[in-house]
């Protein structure tokens, strides 16, 4: 297999069919009471996706014009704040004892909403980087259907195992867990292999700017829901939903559907950094002692 066939067979098959099992397990894990929980606990939804939805957006736009970056690593910034958070999220939400219940509502929402505002933002984001001479642009219609196949149909098909064989699915969601972070660091490895020659060079302009991205937004996360009077099990899973992203789905917009490998580079940076952040938050907080807190969150929603 020559190096472009191996090229085209990670962008084209590899990573889709990846991340279609990612998200299938993220659907394993779903149940119709997570979507249901917007309206029965909306103030720290409605807090939880403006931080998401957002903030992170305009941040990160924010960052990619203040910052000196090539057209190519701004656009990377972009397509990792348009994207909704992982299922890693969850998973440190639970390690951390934040509200679980909250941090997969948060996902699952975010995840069908950004079906929809991704493919805008991310021709908005080439149109003012890259200018009009690029002839880069993600088509409306594909995208959308393309994401559709990627995150809503696995997702749905998980729920609808989740719902006739519970056992099952809660034993293939745990493997889908570790198939995960394989298959992003197997991914990276494989993008700082690819872009070798110039990996040293992003990881010098681009990475404090994910430094900065992610703990400039998970601080605005957490003290705005403090803010709105949130509890601190929820504060802590809307911290950990706005800082930590669907990274996957990031690099998959860069390779399948823009093959762009320097667009791929932020979002891989951006996960090594998460997880350290977000490790260092989890093992502060199991180390603190919260305040005493009702077992009711402020706006009626689960502790």
Known sequence: MSAEQLVHLV????????LFLIMLGMGLSLVPDDFRRVLAYPKAVAIGLSCQLVLLPLIGFGLANLVPLAPE???G???LVVCPGG??????????KGDVALSV?????????????????VNG???HFMGESEAIKLPIGRTMISLVLLTIIPISIGMTVRRFKPRLAIAVEQRVKYFAVIFLALLIAFLVYQQRETFADSIISAGP??????????????????LFALNRQQSISITLETGLQNSGLSMVLALGMLNNYAMSLVPAIYTGVMFITAGVLVYYLNRSKPRAVGVVGADGGPA
Not at 87 to 96: E, Q
Not at 216 to 224: N, V
């Open 87 to 96: 299922t890693t999220s969850n998973l440190y939400a639970h390690i951390a």
């Open 209 to 226: 700017v994910a430094l900065l991205l992610n703990v400039s937004t998970m601080l605005i996360g957490f003290y705005g829901a403090r």
């Open 125 to 127: 984001s080439l149109l």
């Open 11 to 18: 962008n084209v098959q590899i990573v889709p069919i990846s």
């Open 73 to 75: 690593l701004a656009v």
């Open 105 to 121: 509502t948060l996902t699952a929402v975010a995840s069908v909403v950004t079906v929809f505002s991704i493919p805008f933002i």
């Open 77 to 79: 910034v972009m397509l």
